[in-house]
């Protein structure tokens, strides 16, 4: 008679001896240096986290997206969208390169203004526009795309007060052929409301349609999706050509191009599943040029973040202690976590050694700083013995980082930018106590009394009831 046996599963470690693989050589790569300077020289300098932009990548990537589409349509603006990345010097960056400030509220229109962007390079999109922006974005002559009909009448109103025709573009959402389809933003094409839209904005008299925007969503890796896109806009355009006289001088392309990180859960590698951006601009340009009737090129306007900006960031994090979890895989605690990382919830980042370590590697976790379950950066990666201070280099962290980084728990540390020869210089200092509490306010009755002799907080007694009593300040 045979007896049964319990099953017994057995974890199988990527990397270690196991029955059905020898231990992989797995190469560990070791990024010791970025854009020419050493990473222990970064952290003597700056500390560690530290964040790194190479300017030579962003200006290198500006120009090889503007030379795509260039090269193949004659009127083409890139819009360089800030809440992917508005830390002064970046905007500066591609400003230079002659891109429009692409913004979706108030604080980013302050920002532009800031900086000393003309209105005339400004594009403002978003849900959400405080009238008294949309009247200062009227009078700098700024490219306002519309969201819903309640702008449209606050439009109307400024024009009235104005007493001036304002142009408008009218933001879509449209079917392209890709899941999620978008919705939320902009007026419907397909179900008519964006003519209704059309219909409204001609009444007032006081607004005409002079461009079309849509964004039809991120991380697009078809194509298609944008020709689609490009056509249906076009033949819209025409549509109001044809209805209201009003010529379409523009077409603004939202975001949406993938950078080269890879998305949780997708394991091929970036050159497999991500088009060139050659193959994106001839898509979308074919599309233009199979719709656009005989003598009419709008202007081409591309919203660009993720693509322009992800592979230019790089953040140096610190071991700062070691542990082992109670099934035996190994844990680091590291001076970095989603604290800085927001885009690691959905992105795996590519994490490099920062310097040679000796050693087997084996399945490992890195957990951020924060006291907080969720704080993961890498939950199943391969890595050789780690010690405190060891560093490492963690990549492409350009996109939505330094926007979306949260001031919680921790002060959010240096970012420095390594100029196209070499010198390194401070972007955006570390924060301190001052940056956390400068907007705070401590009503007076809510103050601590000094304490005047601290012994006190230590003659305390305990009641015969057996409950400890402090007779210092409390
Ligand atoms: C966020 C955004 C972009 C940039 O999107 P990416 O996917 O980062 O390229 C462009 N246009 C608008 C309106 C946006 O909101």
Redesign the pocket.
Known sequence: MQTYEKPVIHQLHSGLMNKFAGAKSSQQRIKSSIAGVSIEALVEQYGSPLFVYSERTLRRQYRTMRNAFATRYPDVTFGW?Y??NYLKAICAIFHQEGAMA?L?SKMEYDKAKALGVPGNQIIL??PHKPIETLEAAVLDGVTINVDHLDEIEDLESIAIRLDRTVNVGIRLNLDSGIQPCWSRFGFNLESGQAMDAVLRIARSGKLRVNGLHS?IG??ILDPNAYACQVKKMVAFGYEIEDAQGWRMDYIDI????PSRSRLKGVYHSADVIIPTIDEYAEAITDALWQSVKPGHTPKLII?????MVDEAGTLITSVCGTKRLPDGTRAYVMDAGVNLLFTGFWYRFDVALGQAVPGTPEPSVLYGPLCMNIDVIDEHISLPPLSRGDRLVISTVG?YNNTQWMQFIEYRPNVVLISESGDVELIRAAEDITDLERREHLPSRLSLQPIADPNDLLTDTLRPDGVLTYSGAN
């Open positions: 969208s809440k992917t692409e979706v999109n978003g964004h991120t991380y939202g975001g949406g191009f919203e660009s973040g993720r693509a996109a």
